[in-house]
Each structure stands twice: as C-alpha cells, then as structure tokens.
C-alpha cells in the first residue's frame, strides 16, 4: 500500500502506521480545549491557527466546545481566529459534522478527565446554579418613544443602541450580565469579561456572548437575531423563582443540538425550527442604518415598508386599497420624520394620503 506522508505517521521501530483517524482527531481537539482553557502562548496560538486551518479539524473542536458549552473557548477563538464564517456548529445539508456516538462519548469522558485533572470549572457562570437572592451591582430600565433612538455606555463598558418604540431592563451581577428586550430593537457591541458573560434575553430565548456584537429585533411576536461580529450561542431560559423571577441569574437551557451564529448570520428565533442564513455586509449595514436615524429600502413591497414606517410614529400607516400592496419602494429616509417620508412616497408612487388624528390612509390617485 502507497501513502504519502500527509495521510499517514509511521513508526520505523514497530512498522505500524497511524492513520489521522477520527479518535485521533477528537483527542487533540480536547487536549487544546485544555490548553485553551487555562491560556495560550504565542507559539500555541500559532500552531492552534495551523491546527484549525483544516476543515474537519476546526468542526471537530467547534462541536467538542458546544458540548460543553464552553462561550469563553469561543470567545478566545474569535480573536485567533476572527471573523470565520465557518467556526460555527448547525445542521445544513451538506455542512452538518458528522461523529460518530462512540467516538464522541469516548472524548467527552477524556474532556472530564483532563479537565477535573486541572481542577478546571466546566461551565460558564451563567449556566451554574446561583446562590439564592443575589443582588445586582448595576441595573437600569431604558426605554424610547416612537421615532426615537438612544446609545448608552454601560457599567461594563459595553455600547447598548435602543431602536424605536423599545424597552429594556439591565441587571449586573458579579457573576452575570443580564439585558431583557422587553418590547423593540437594540444593538449591542458587548465589551470583553470572561468571568460575566452577557445574555440578552426575549421571548424565552438566551443569546450569549463573551465579548461580540450583534442586534436583536423583538417585534410582533418575531424575534430576528443579526450577528455583526465574533460568535453567540442562543439557549432557553426561565426566570429564577429563587430569586422572585427577576432577570438576575435566569436559568439558562441549553439547546440538545446547539444554535451558534457568527458574524455574518442570521436566524428568526421564534420560529419552531429555527435556521440561519448568510446575509451581506450591505444588507447589515441597511439593517443598522436606523442607529444613525435612517431607513432604507430596496425594492421592498410597500405592504412590507408600511408596517416597518409605522414603528417609527405613533399614526398607524394603513393601505386602503390592497391594489398598492406590491409597488416596489427604493430610497433612503429620516426615521424622525415620517411625515417626509410619507410624502416622498406619495409623489413617488402617486398616490394619496388620507391623514387623520391617529390614522395616516394611502390610496391610489
């Protein structure tokens, strides 16, 4: 049998050749699970960069991570590796990492040897069981009316932007950093704290991360979930009847099979089965136009624009002829003044508005 020396080791003592197999694979994504954990030099860092250049290398560990739900490992691999679309663990025809069961309870039992050898806690704090009645070190509740927009610096140094129409409660443990989107949009670029990871929470859902950014939209029962940067992991959760279903410390659920996005990506969370998809740097860009006060429109439906207009006044935008559903809007517009935008629409479009104390009424001319 011919192999060349990058399929095969072999030992001129023994004559035995050691194939790069699957178990060999899965004991050296958990020995630098390790190494991670406790802290890499400049030369491990090199050779960790080299280890993960090969596909099934960087899934493997990507998939040992999830399964133990290691966020800080995840957050050091964004830096060694930033902005890697591919340093994700989902289930997509064609990309789905395959492990076969016995290999991988085989490296989790070498996970918890090597790991409980270290004395090395498992689990991130948000995911232990906290002591009862802990108090938050930093809480505040923010809230904007319609066509409003704020930024606020937070006790950690994290930049939180609330979108129109939004409210949010915030509590900081020293083990913990809660955000609850109760109602609304925020975008947030999470500052760095291994020891607290951050978790916004809505609609039953837990998005964590360690130091990244993304945007969360909570709007009529949907709930959408845009990655701007690094990696997050979303789970379930349930608010602590120990500590009288407050936001601090919830219970955060791991998800079976768990849901990363990275930089790049995104998923509509309220959905039974949540999928994700790629969007452009472009199509971001547009998404967070409204931070600077703008909207923009691409050739959307107007049944679709007006429903994104009436978030930003307190008039409801309706169609009164069903006819002008599918006109097609393109164009750039200030989020503080819909009334512009309105009119920029109906000499556009050619239609007319109907406006009334609560009620603003397009029709065709």
């Known amino acids: 049998m011919n192999s060349s020396k990058s399929e095969t080791n072999t030992d001129t003592s023994s004559n035995v050749v050691q194939f790069n197999s699957d178990e060999r694979v899965l004991d050296t994504a958990s020995e630098w699970l390790v190494k991670l954990d406790r802290g890499l030099d400049n030369s491990e860092t090199e050779a960790l960069k080299t280890w993960l250049a090969t596909p099934l290398h ?9 399964l133990w739900d290691k966020m800080s490992v995840l957050s050091e691999l964004s830096d060694i590796v930033p902005h890697t ?7 997509k025809a064609g990309n789905t990492i395959s492990w ?28 232990q069981t906290a002591p009862a009645a802990q108090i938050a070190s930093y809480s505040l509740q923010v809230s904007t009316k319609a066509g409003e927009h704020k930024n606020i610096t937070l006790e950690d140094g994290s930049t939180l932007w609330l979108n129109t129409n939004s409210q949010v409660n915030i509590a900081f443990t020293d083990t913990s950093r809660i955000i609850q989107l109760v109602k609304g949009e925020l975008h947030i670029e999470v500052a760095k ?15 964590q991360a360690v130091g990244t950014a993304f945007n969360v939209q909570y709007h009529r029962g949907d709930l959408e979930l845009v990655v701007t940067e690094g990696v ?11 500590n009288g279903e407050s936001i601090i410390d919830p219970i955060i659920k791991p998800q079976a099979i768990p849901l990363m996005l990275v930089q790049g990506e995104k998923s509509l969370l309220s959905l039974p089965n949540s999928t994700i998809e790629t969007v452009s740097d472009e199509d971001i860009a547009n998404d967070l136009s409204w931070r600077e006060g703008k909207i923009v429109f691409r050739g959307e439906p107007l049944i679709d624009v007006i429903e994104e207009v009436s978030r930003y ?45 609560d009620t603003i009424v397009l029709r065709p001319r």
Request: glycine share 4%; charged share 15%; proline share 3%.
């Open 313 to 357: 006044t307190d008039k409801t935008v309706v169609l009164g002829d069903a006819a002008l559903a599918n006109m097609q809007v393109a164009g750039l517009f200030n989020t503080n003044d819909v009334d512009a935008l309105i009119a920029a629409l109906a000499d556009n479009l050619q239609i007319s508005t109907d406006y009334s104390s």
């Open 232 to 242: 997050v992991e979303v789970a379930s959760y349930t608010l602590n009847k120990a």
């Open 193 to 207: 704290d291994k020891t607290r990871p951050l978790n916004v929470l809505a609609a039953g859902k837990a998005i």
């Open 100 to 127: 076969k069961r016995p290999l991988a309870i085989a490296a989790s039992f070498l996970v918890v040897g090597l790991l409980s050898f270290q004395g090395i806690n498992l689990f991130s704090p948000s995911h």
């Open 85 to 91: 679309p591919e340093l994700s663990v989902k289930q």
């Open 58 to 66: 960087r899934n493997t560990f990507l998939e040992m991570v999830a």
